[in-house]
Each structure stands twice: as structure tokens, then as C-alpha cells.
């Protein structure tokens, strides 16, 4: 068990850039979560995938964002035309995805630090 | 609306004082309940969690919380605190049919020696 791992640890770019960040799972885990944390704030969630089926999407997710777990392992986290408020921290987690939710721990990853210039 | 409230932003305790972090939640049924912490380059760890059973739920690193339904709260304890507990602590509920978790604004603890 090699924890989730996340990449890149940090992104610098500029205003209207693409950026794509990839999170890779602990392996046989099924769900894959991706928040997002701001500066002063806790963790808001962003979308979650059973396997490849991206099943729910938050509102905070506007339509320059798109993530994609093809296959069912890893996931990419898109983000088109970077804007200032997109500047946060990019967190990715991982499930068993039982359904007893009860012993379904989610386990994240580091993070990706964005910052839009 | 369904919220967790975590009054204190910052907290200073010296090393080898007990340690209380207060958590508030607002949930229309019982809540899964979480604690996080959170170091500086590190991902969120689980210190414990609270589905059901015994109020008083035992975690990782000497950390235990106590749920009280009629308080709405789950407050973090530790009756000894190591310089190395210096970090940010997150509340957290499961919701959206278990599949998301709603964090509060954590607490961050820094600890004198």
C-alpha cells in the first residue's frame, strides 16, 4: 500500500493556461474523490467516481473543469482557461468503495498547490 | 442546511497539556462523523471516526471524541499533547449518500514547548 499519490506537488501558470492534475489511487480502491481546498477553508468536495462512472458533481465544478478516470485507476483533474479564484489546493482521495459505508475511509493524497498568476 | 461548525481557528496549548477541539454539526439524522489532521506538505490523516455504538470513539496518536447527540457536537480530545500534534484538525460528516464528506474550517494547533 503506497498511499495516493498525486502529480504535480505544485503548479504555477498564468491567467488562461490549461492545467491538468493527475492523482493515481491505492490500488484496488474503486471510488476516487477530488476536493478542492482554499486558503483559510476546509476541504470542498468537487466529483467522485465508482470506477470509470463519474456519478456526481458539485456545483463548485463550472464547466472549465472536467475530470476523467479512464479504465478505473487513475484520474485527471482539467482545469481550461485558469482563472485567479482558481488558485487552491487540489486534493484527490480514494475508497474500497464498499457498500457498507460505514468501513469506507476515504485516504487522500498531498495535494496539488495551484496558483494562478 | 447541513454544516459543521469548528468555533476555534486557532489554539495554543503547551506541551504536555490536555487538548480539547470543538466540533458542531447541523445534520437532519445521525451523522458519520470524522476527525482529520492535516500537516504542512501532508494529505489529510483519519485520527477516528464515529458511526455508531459507544459515544466515546478511541483514535490514532492517543486522540479520542466524544459524540453528543443532544450538544450536536464531537469534540477532540487528548489529555497530553506532543509538540508533534502541531497542525490543522478538520471535522468532517459523511453526506450525498455517504459519498462526500463536508469538512468544517479546522483548527489549527500550535503547541509551546
Same mark, same amino acid.
Given at each position: 500500500?503506497?498511499g495516493?499519490?498525486?502529480?504535480?506537488r @505544485?503548479?504555477i501558470?498564468?491567467?488562461?493556461?490549461?492545467?491538468?492534475?493527475?492523482?493515481?489511487p491505492?490500488?484496488? @480502491?474503486?471510488?476516487?474523490?477530488?476536493y478542492r481546498?482554499?486558503?483559510?477553508?476546509?476541504p470542498?468536495?468537487?466529483?467522485?467516481?465508482?470506477?470509470?462512472a463519474?456519478l456526481?458533481?458539485?456545483?463548485?465544478?463550472?464547466?472549465?473543469?472536467?475530470?476523467?478516470?479512464p479504465?478505473?485507476?487513475?484520474s485527471?483533474?482539467?482545469?481550461q482557461r485558469?482563472?485567479?479564484?482558481?488558485?487552491?489546493?487540489y486534493?484527490?482521495?480514494?475508497?474500497?468503495?464498499?457498500?457498507?459505508i460505514?468501513?469506507?475511509?476515504?485516504y487522500?493524497?498531498?495535494g496539488?498547490?495551484?496558483?494562478?498568476? | 442546511?447541513?454544516?459543521?461548525?469548528?468555533?476555534?481557528?486557532h489554539?495554543?496549548?503547551?506541551?504536555?497539556?490536555?487538548?480539547?477541539?470543538r466540533?458542531?454539526?447541523?445534520?437532519?439524522?445521525?451523522?458519520y462523523l470524522?476527525?482529520?489532521?492535516?500537516?504542512?506538505?501532508?494529505g489529510?490523516?483519519?485520527?477516528?471516526?464515529?458511526?455508531?455504538?459507544?459515544?466515546?470513539?478511541?483514535?490514532?496518536?492517543g486522540?479520542?471524541?466524544?459524540?453528543?447527540?443532544?450538544?450536536?457536537?464531537?469534540?477532540?480530545?487528548k489529555?497530553?499533547?506532543h509538540?508533534?500534534?502541531?497542525a490543522?484538525?478538520?471535522?468532517?460528516?459523511?453526506t450525498?449518500?455517504?459519498?462526500?464528506?463536508?469538512?468544517?474550517?479546522?483548527?489549527?494547533?500550535?503547541?509551546?514547548?
Open positions: 500500500d503506497t495516493v499519490s498525486q502529480n504535480p @505544485h503548479k501558470t498564468k491567467r488562461g493556461q490549461n492545467v491538468t492534475f493527475r492523482c493515481d491505492i490500488s484496488e @480502491h474503486n471510488r476516487l474523490y477530488w481546498q482554499t486558503l483559510g477553508q476546509g470542498e468536495f468537487l466529483t467522485y467516481f465508482q470506477n470509470e463519474q456526481e458533481k458539485s456545483r463548485l465544478l463550472s464547466d472549465r473543469f472536467s475530470a476523467e478516470r479504465k478505473g485507476s487513475f485527471t483533474l482539467e482545469i485558469t482563472e485567479q479564484g482558481d488558485s487552491a489546493m486534493l484527490c482521495a480514494s475508497s474500497l468503495g464498499l457498500a457498507a460505514s468501513t469506507d475511509t476515504q487522500f493524497g498531498p496539488t498547490r495551484l496558483t494562478v498568476l | 442546511a447541513q454544516s459543521v461548525t469548528q468555533p476555534d481557528i489554539i495554543t496549548v503547551s506541551e504536555g497539556a490536555s487538548l480539547e477541539l466540533c458542531n454539526y447541523s445534520y437532519g439524522a445521525t451523522p470524522f476527525w482529520y489532521v492535516q500537516s504542512p506538505g501532508q489529510l490523516q483519519l485520527l477516528l471516526k464515529y458511526f455508531s455504538g459507544d459515544t466515546l470513539v478511541q483514535g490514532i496518536k486522540f479520542e471524541a466524544e459524540f453528543k447527540r443532544s450538544q450536536s457536537s464531537f469534540n477532540l480530545r489529555p497530553s499533547v509538540w508533534s500534534d502541531a490543522e484538525y478538520f471535522c468532517a460528516f459523511l450525498g449518500g455517504g459519498n462526500k464528506l463536508t469538512f468544517g474550517t479546522g483548527t489549527q494547533l500550535k503547541v509551546e514547548l
